[in-house]
């Protein structure tokens, strides 16, 4: 008999769990306060629950939760948790502080397929899929290490893997973080981001969730984008831009794009004004992110002035342009350097 993996449920379902093994079920809601709002993960400390209840999980069920191999704190606060899974595989997810907010960046993949340049995951090639019980764990993997009273408030779907490429146990994962009775995190402090798979972007505006979309832009011509992001070969700017903006007619959220800048590639004052061209009419955020270096690659940040230079252009323009220093860049934690040695046999993307 194969165990039910306790964490891949909704609160719907562990009643209905509760209920197929003769238990009331109000005793699933138990279960997934246990689990999702007390991060109680050992059945024996259930102590609400029917031993006869606890006996049936034990035997018919499990709760796996990645395994805390080891922390590394960056000097800004920032911490690196290296999980490892149950088959052996391991996975990063980073804690980033910023004031009174505690965001979890969150991985959806063993490695990543879209072999985008700039990025270090790429180079690992696509391993396998997270369960959705894989990514939920992680949450509760990292509040299992957190003081009784740090929590944490947002949750961005930025680690390791391309979330919508693994879409079912993406959007599983997310019912289940934005379930009142499960995780209850508010859909406005959780962010999905793509780099730009135009189905998985059409299917998620109709799943009603309403979570933040962000983009990975990072270029502003075809050509550009092409040579930075296979992906784009398939999805090119026009369409990519096309489904944002009928992902927002149903959502009506602002979205999203990151663009990472690399000096001498995408950085120029023409780059910024094709942004600006690109964007018109969406309601959208930019975030720039200066380029962080990881060993082996080719690209390099710009100077000071010129992504200052970059920004100007797109505020006087009317966008909101944020830059986004990332957080954890000391030890190797930092947007784009999330990377583990190869891990087997890569599956082809």
């Known amino acids: 008999m194969s165990q039910k993996h306790l964490l891949e449920f909704m609160p719907l379902e562990l ?5 197929e093994f003769g238990e009331p079920g109000y005793r699933g809601r138990q279960l997934a306060s246990w689990m999702y709002q007390k991060n109680v993960l050992d059945l024996e400390l259930m102590t609400d629950l029917p031993k006869s209840f606890r006996s049936r999980l034990h035997a018919e069920s499990v709760i796996e939760v990645p395994h805390v191999d080891h922390v590394v704190t960056s000097a800004d606060g920032s911490r690196k948790f290296i999980l490892l899974l149950a ?11 910023d004031d009174d907010r505690l965001t979890l960046c969150l991985s959806t993949q063993v490695g990543c397929g879209f072999a985008c340049a700039f990025c270090s995951t790429g180079t690992m090639g696509m391993i396998r899929d997270l369960t959705p019980g894989e990514i939920v764990g992680q949450l509760l993997a990292v509040r299992g290490e957190l003081p009784p009273d740090s929590r944490v408030t947002h949750l961005v779907f930025m680690g390791m893997g391309e979330p919508l490429a ?3 146990a993406t959007v599983k994962a997310l019912r289940i973080f934005s379930d009142p009775l499960a995780c ?12 730009g798979l135009v189905k998985g972007i059409e299917s998620l505006a109709r799943e009603s969730l309403h979570v933040n979309l962000a983009i990975s832009l990072h270029a502003t011509t075809d050509e550009q984008r092409n040579s930075l992001m296979p992906i784009n070969r398939g999805y090119s700017l026009g369409d990519l831009l096309a489904a944002c903006r009928r992902f927002q007619k149903p959502v009506r959220r602002r979205i999203f794009f990151e663009y990472v800048l690399l000096d001498g ?23 720039l992110i ?3 270096e990881w060993p082996g690659t080719r690209f390099r940040r710009p100077p000071l002035p010129r992504i200052l230079a970059f920004q100007k252009i797109l505020l006087d323009d009317g966008l909101i342009a944020t830059i986004r220093w990332s957080k954890g860049e000391d030890v190797g934690a930092a947007c784009g350097q999330l990377q583990e040695p190869r891990q ?4 082809p993307a």
């Not at 590639?265 to 930019?286: F, H, I, P, Y």
């Open 15 to 19: 009643e209905s769990l509760a209920q």
């Open 265 to 287: 590639v995408n950085d120029s004052t023409e780059d910024a004004r094709r942004l600006v061209q690109l964007l018109r009419g969406l309601r959208a955020k930019v975030n």
């Open 166 to 168: 693994n879409y079912k």
């Open 184 to 195: 209850g995190f508010s859909p406005r402090r959780i962010t999905v981001s793509t780099v």
């Open 290 to 292: 200066p380029f962080n």
């Open 87 to 97: 088959d052996g595989k391991r996975i990063h997810a980073v804690l980033m502080p």
């Open 344 to 347: 087997r046999e890569a599956v």
